[in-house]
């Protein structure tokens, strides 16, 4: 029993000291955004890596989830004869959640992985080191670039993944389900609101740093070898995707509660 | 000048330094020596102020590395890691000129290049490796490499992480020969850690022995073969039998 208790104490302890670790993180990077110097090459090669190169996976997923979501919809609406909502249903449901999520979920996968990779490899072959040592902080040169470059391309990535998901229900609608051209454009569009847009686009910035703060602080924390690295980059996809899902909901429910 | 006393470092149960005390006058080179594990990395962590001490003072010229001024001092110092800890997405002559394009010491980055490729030749690198990355060089010439950008910005002082570990010997020897060149040249202080005798025998001014966290021998390079002291003596005849305990 006392060696139950004295393990729940050690996990509830670490716990703590763990969530503590990333406030201090979290505060040091927010910190350091608005004071010079800015690394403004790295902050270009992070816009390229985290924005330009993710849009083909973010793409192809939105394509196929619009596609698969228009017939998921026809049949469902088929049921009760209102086959004609799938255009607006559609198009709501890409930009309010299936964009922000699956592009959060896909730019996750694809960049946290690479920046813990990334970083962690650096701490282990005492690159972060040298950085301190010829004067540079490892968080602005590192991290703050990544993140304001996450912040700004991972909404751009969501814009983009909404306008191809709705295409992909668009190609599906039209050459499978018989919709007519025009009248399944005009349904899209009609039925979207500005703020259905805005919302999922303020849900990419904020997934945008969950990102990169859970790429860069794995990275930063990681231990030596291999298997270091290996652990660095599963602990930030893992959380960075939780993270994104419990963003989302609470996002969700400020934004549309009402 | 490099003052280090009473220096205390624990990593949570495990005390590596219990109480170092060195002294490193101007211009002069000291070698640290030690057994696998014995804390001489840790030194130099905390002389670099990238780790903090428990207890104890570091000095390197009047200032503490640790403290709110350690970026004076920083860009005072060089710094040559074990593997070299060049960044792996920059050409060399960026990884050289690192201080020139970033920060207070920034200048154009032409006239960077300039004094990159000056530093690479210096150590015996052609101006054609400039623009190559790290990962296309071998472990010797990424020493070389590694030691030019200790040297990119004319440092006071410098210190060397095991610089030959991984090179043959023929190639250790190029670099040890280096190191001694530039240190007599620039009229830096030098660090150096090394279990490498023949490194010892070609570097250094002074030797300090650690074991058991503390610093067992000290004294100049002549005196090296003549101690009695035992830590030395098994160490530098490589010796299983004696005071420094092996695992076998």
Request: charged share 15%; hydrophobic share 50%; glycine share 10%.
């Amino acid at each position: 029993m006392i060696g139950f208790i004295a393990q729940t104490g050690r996990l509830f302890i670490r716990l703590c000291s763990f969530i503590g670790e990333l406030i201090v993180f979290c505060f040091r990077v927010f910190a350091n955004i608005l004071t010079p110097p800015f690394f403004m090459r790295a902050f270009f090669s992070s816009l390229l890596q985290i924005g330009w190169l993710s849009l083909p996976v973010v793409g192809i997923t939105s394509f196929f989830t619009g596609a698969a979501l228009a017939l998921q919809i026809y049949a469902g609406g088929a049921r009760f004869n209102a086959e004609e909502v799938v255009p607006s249903i559609v198009a709501i449901g890409m930009v309010r959640e299936l964009g922000p999520v699956l592009g959060g979920l896909m730019v996750a996968a694809r960049v946290a992985s690479s920046i813990a990779a990334e970083i962690g490899t650096m701490k282990v072959t005492e690159q972060i080191d040298a950085l301190s040592t010829l004067s540079t902080d490892p968080i602005k040169y590192l991290v703050v670039p990544r993140l304001v470059a996450a912040f700004l391309t991972v909404p751009v990535l969501v814009g983009v993944g909404d306008s191809i998901g709705i295409l992909g229900g668009y190609v599906v609608g039209v050459t499978r389900l018989e919709f007519n051209n025009s009248i399944y454009i005009i349904n899209s569009v009609n039925y979207l609101e500005f703020w259905d847009i805005l919302s999922g686009l303020i849900k990419g910035a904020v997934f945008g740093c969950i990102i990169a703060l859970m790429g860069c602080f794995f990275g930063m924390r990681c231990e030596k070898g291999a298997r270091g690295v290996g652990q660095a980059t599963k602990s930030a996809v893992v959380s960075a995707s939780v993270l994104i899902l419990a963003a989302n909901y609470f996002l969700t429910e400020i934004f549309f509660s009402s | 000048m490099i003052e280090v006393s009473d220096l205390y470092k624990s990593f949570d149960q495990n005390h590596v330094l219990k109480g170092v005390n060195l002294k490193v006058d101007d211009g002069k080179s000291m070698v640290i020596i030690g057994a696998s594990g014995q804390g001489k990395s840790v030194i130099l962590k905390c002389l670099l102020g990238l780790s903090k001490p428990n207890s104890g003072k570091v000095l390197l010229n009047g200032i503490d590395p640790n403290s709110a001024q350690k970026n004076i001092i920083r860009s005072k110092v060089g710094m040559l890691f074990q593997g070299g800890a060049l960044f792996d997405s920059l050409p060399i002559w960026q990884n050289v000129a690192f201080r020139y394009l970033h920060g207070k010491q920034k200048i154009n980055a032409d006239e960077a290049k300039k004094i990159a490729i000056e530093k690479l030749e210096r150590v015996g690198l052609k101006k054609s490796f400039a623009d190559n990355f790290p990962s296309e060089l071998s472990g010797g010439m990424q020493k070389r490499v590694a030691l030019a950008r200790a040297i990119a910005t004319q440092p006071e002082i410098i210190f060397f992480d095991e610089p030959t570990t991984g090179l043959d010997p023929i190639m250790a020897q190029v670099i040890n020969d280096l190191i001694r060149e530039l240190v007599v040249e620039l009229g830096v202080t030098a660090v150096t850690i090394t279990h490498d005798i023949q490194s010892v025998r070609s570097i250094a001014d002074e030797v300090s022995l650690l074991h058991n966290g503390i610093i067992q021998w000290s004294g100049i390079l002549d005196q090296l073969d003549k101690s009695n002291n035992e830590y030395l003596k098994q160490f530098i005849a490589g010796s299983t039998i004696g005071p420094i305990e092996t695992l076998r």
